[in-house]
Nanobody, 123 residues
Framework: VQLQASGGGLVQAGGSMRLSCAVSGRTVRSGATAWFRQAPGKGREFVAG??????YTADSVKGRFSISRDNAKNMVYLQMNNLNSEDTAVYYCARGDRIITSTVMLEGGYDYWGQGTQVTVSS
């Protein structure tokens, strides 16, 4: 199983960015595929994810970030709007085969991780 995250970079505050996660070895239609992020000096936190057909979004980004997927391409996307400096982090996509609803937001349940892509928001 491999996950390849891409689309990060430098963006001004208030701007938008879309991250992509290419998944191989598992279908994104089942299991759980999610985005996490880790800001400098902080732990990794859940951003958004799919478990089966249901989407989940962290309260901290709700209304600004949205997750989508392309089943045919086996891709998961994270659309980020109205970015601010607190969104600066390395963003990771992750895959879990045995995630249950109550653990979707917990990083410990995810078996496979991509390499991460840096998102830097300048003020």
């Amino acid at each position: 199983v491999q996950l390849q995250a891409s689309g990060g970079g430098l963006v001004q505050a208030g701007g938008s960015m879309r991250l992509s996660c290419a998944v191989s070895g598992r279908t994104v239609r089942s299991g759980a595929t999610a985005w996490f992020r880790q800001a400098p000096g902080k732990g990794r936190e859940f951003v958004a994810g799919f478990k089966g057909g249901s989407a989940y979004t962290a309260d901290s980004v709700k209304g600004r970030f949205s997750i989508s997927r392309d089943n045919a391409k086996n891709m998961v996307y994270l659309q980020m709007n109205n970015l601010n400096s607190e969104d600066t982090a390395v963003y990771y996509c992750a895959r879990g085969d045995r995630i249950i609803t109550s653990t979707v937001m917990l990083e410990g349940g995810y078996d496979y991780w991509g390499q991460g892509t840096q998102v830097t928001v300048s003020s």
